[in-house]
């Protein structure tokens, strides 16, 4: 018997013969063959010289069986080879190719400022960007090698002597050469001299922006010694330290403390434009933000309740323009003053929105954030309130996670008629928050009814009439959203830019929306839905949306 081998010049040849008719034949003697004289001596040899056929042939089958499978090894990494070709063909195509460096450098830059190159104990190569970007590919190695600056912005944990931070920190430094370095310390180690920090304070000449987090002071680790700070602009530190180890900082700016700072230099009176720290009594507290002129900004963690004895100012420093408040002790009743030119107002948790909103007075105010409030009651005539007696022009309104309804919501909004910008952003509250903090979960702002009440239903009808950009954010899985009744409300806001409509809405002073952002994280989104805001976006409206599923438009 032949058996015909593919691809191969000669034919396995099977000797035994196995037809149907000797396998047949084969099995009825088994079956009936038996006793101590079913085989004699001759028929024994034939057998005896068909069992050697059939080890040859078994012999055979197992050489063309090792050749086949040598074949299909053969041909399965010559496969191989062909699909790693087909990818590098494809590569080239690759949209990406066709950037210049230069966009390309851009991205870069925008991923490792928005994340810090965090190198701590057992770190991970690939949750550092700037390495996991020079891993990439050969190109992409060489334009962060060439790109001091994407190596310029460090997080460094150290907690012991760590070779392998200390290597990196090293790395780090030498790659980014001589560009101003972003750095944030933290140092949890009971011990000195570690060599990381040693590295570190050898390039105090090049840090722009520091932070400091630590059981030991600055000096304990002899991280400051009297230095020049040639390029620091931004200092945070998480202790009481002398200022004075500071004074040569002529580009400083930016500086936060727990507490209020003293002594100061004089040259930091006349160049700081933001100031960070924590309670102060509210007379001692006007007077002493009076001693820095050049002040902008100022983020207070709080201001403690004044004394009987000691009264409020009439009129805060009038040089500031954005005010952000963490917390405000209990006040009497009365006013607490004026904020003369303050256009942007943070305000943090707690009874912090109720005390600021009913005691201070900020007539120059645009800008107005409100930020994790966690009280169970919306003050809604205390806002009314506020915004009567300051008499301000509210133009940007932003809530991140706030506890509020969508009909409170809407009630404030009839009150802003001025607002341009809109942006709110709600997440779930954590268990800690539920069960322990005690904080009601259950108000949610984005809902289908807020989305209804913002409708264009005619130049005489329509709630923030001006509305220039909305920003909606949620990442809560039990929101009442409509999809297509969202659709419909940027639809109904938009006119298109030089039509008739947009001249008529105009004149009505009625303005087109010119910004949609919609990130619902926790939901499913239906692409077809969506379809229609994909025309406006291509007619120049700017429109983002993305679901859990991904970007819809």
């Not at 991923?111 to 104990?121: A, F, G, H």
């Not at 931004?234 to 580009?251: M, S």
């Amino acid at each position: 018997m032949t058996l015909p081998c593919t691809g191969h010049a000669n034919s396995l040849h099977i000797r035994v013969d196995l037809s149907s008719t000797e396998l047949s034949e084969l099995e009825r003697r088994l079956r009936s063959e038996f006793g101590p004289f079913v085989v004699d001596s001759k028929r024994a040899e034939g057998l005896k010289e068909m069992l050697a056929m059939a080890d040859k042939d078994i012999e055979d089958c197992d050489s063309e069986v090792a050749r086949l499978y040598d074949r299909i090894s053969t041909v399965q990494a010559e496969k191989q080879r062909l699909e790693k070709q087909r990818t590098k063909l494809w590569a080239l195509l690759s949209p990406i190719r066709r950037l210049p460096n230069e966009l390309l450098l851009l991205i870069f830059q925008f991923v490792c400022q928005q994340t810090p190159n965090r190198i701590e104990p057992c770190f991970v190569i690939s949750h550092l960007p700037t390495m996991a970007i020079s891993s990439v590919c050969s190109r992409w190695r060489e334009l962060a090698l060439l790109s001091p600056s994407l190596w310029a912005n460090l997080d460094v944990q150290v907690s012991y002597r760590n070779m392998a931070v200390s290597t990196a920190v090293a790395r780090y430094l030498e790659r980014s050469r001589d560009c101003p370095l972003t750095l944030k310390l933290v140092v949890t180690a009971a011990k000195t001299g570690i060599p990381a920090i040693t590295s570190l304070t050898q390039h105090v000449h090049r840090w722009k922006t520091f932070e400091y987090w630590g059981q030991k002071s600055l000096t304990e680790h002899n991280i400051l010694s009297n230095e020049h700070f040639h390029s620091l602009e931004k200092l945070a530190i998480d202790q009481d330290v002398d200022l004075g180890l500071f004074e040569h900082c002529p580009k400083l700016r930016v500086f936060t403390t727990p507490s209020v700072p003293g002594p100061i230099p004089k040259p930091m009176y006349n160049q700081l434009d933001h100031l960070d720290f924590h309670a102060r009594p509210v007379r001692e507290l006007a007077e002493y933000l009076c001693t820095w002129p050049s002040l902008k900004s100022l983020k207070l963690g709080g201001i403690s309740n004044p004394d009987v004895e000691d009264e409020a100012p009439d009129t805060w420093p009038s040089f500031l323009e954005s005010l952000e408040f963490g917390c405000v002790a209990e006040a009497e009743d009365g006013t607490l003053g004026t904020w003369s030119n303050i256009t942007s107002l943070t305000l943090g948790d707690g009874p912090t929105s109720d005390i600021v909103l009913s005691h201070f007075n900020f007539p120059s105010l645009n800008d107005l954030a409100m930020v994790y409030l966690t009280h169970a009651v919306w003050a809604a005539d205390g806002f009314t309130s506020f915004l009567s007696r300051s008499s301000c022009m509210i133009t940007t309104f932003t809530l991140y996670d706030v506890v509020m309804s969508d009909s409170e919501l809407i009630e404030v909004l009839r009150v802003l008629p001025s607002l341009l910008h809109l942006k709110i952003r709600h997440s779930d509250l954590s268990y800690f928050d539920i069960y322990i903090r005690k904080l009601p979960g259950s108000e949610v702002p984005i809902t289908s009814h807020l989305i209804s009440s913002l409708i264009h239903q005619s130049p005489s009808i329509c709630l923030v009439p001006k509305l220039h950009s909305l920003y909606l954010e949620s990442d809560s899985t039990s929101i009442a959203f409509d999809n297509s009744v969202f659709v419909g409300m940027v639809q109904s806001r938009w006119f298109k830019p030089g039509s008739t409509l947009s001249v008529e809405m105009l004149a009505h002073g009625r303005a087109s929306i010119r910004s949609v952002v919609l990130k619902l994280t926790s939901r499913e989104l239906n692409a077809e839905t969506y379809k229609p805001l994909r025309v406006l976006d291509a007619e120049g409206l700017r429109v983002v949306v993305t679901g859990k599923n991904g970007v819809m438009v």
